[in-house]
């Protein structure tokens, strides 16, 4: 199978088209995006990335999964990470929570934006927080505030 072909069909007009491009690809996920992550080599821009972070999207859990594993090894460099992880959705609330709890705090940091961005009513008290500076948490709707929804992290 040529990765081309599901390219094409990912970003087509009909949605059973591109659901079967998915479903063809997370199949392959093992093989095909450590391979697509390879090819990142000396990629320095957002736009440049934009066809794998296709990929990647429809994908899910295991693109995330290999995006992680690639970085642990330097095969990404960790702008390219940030960007590519910023992409997944629900599917990997469990990849983005596992991140988080990531001692290294260059690491950490992209889980927490992830998990927030998946689901940031899961934000409360027993929250961990790691880092430095200020971070605005209000309840969905709510514009953020000086001080009502601001924590000292």
């Known amino acids: 199978m040529k990765i081309e072909f599901l390219l094409e069909d990912l970003e087509s007009d009909d949605p059973a088209r591109v659901e079967a491009a998915a479903a063809r690809l997370a199949g392959q996920a093992d093989s095909v995006v450590p391979a ?3 090819g990142l ?3 320095q821009r957002t736009a440049d990335l934009e066809p794998v972070i296709g990929v990647l999207r429809h ?3 295991p693109a995330c999964d290999a995006v992680l594993a ?3 090894r330097k095969e990404v460099t960790d702008w390219q ?3 590519l992880l910023g992409v997944f959705d629900e599917r990997s609330a469990d990849q983005y929570a596992a991140l988080a709890a990531d001692p290294d705090h260059s690491r950490s940091g992209n889980g927490f934006r992830g998990y ?3 689901d940031p009513d899961e934000v409360g008290p027993d929250t961990e927080v790691r880092g430095h500076g200020w971070l605005a948490l209000t309840a969905p709707g709510v514009g953020h505030g000086a001080f009502p929804g601001t924590l000292r992290i």
């Open 81 to 83: 990470a940030g960007r």
């Open 41 to 43: 080599a000396g990629v």
């Open 59 to 61: 994908t899910g859990p």
């Open 36 to 38: 697509l992550l390879r």
């Open 70 to 72: 690639a970085w642990g």
């Open 116 to 118: 927030l961005s998946v």
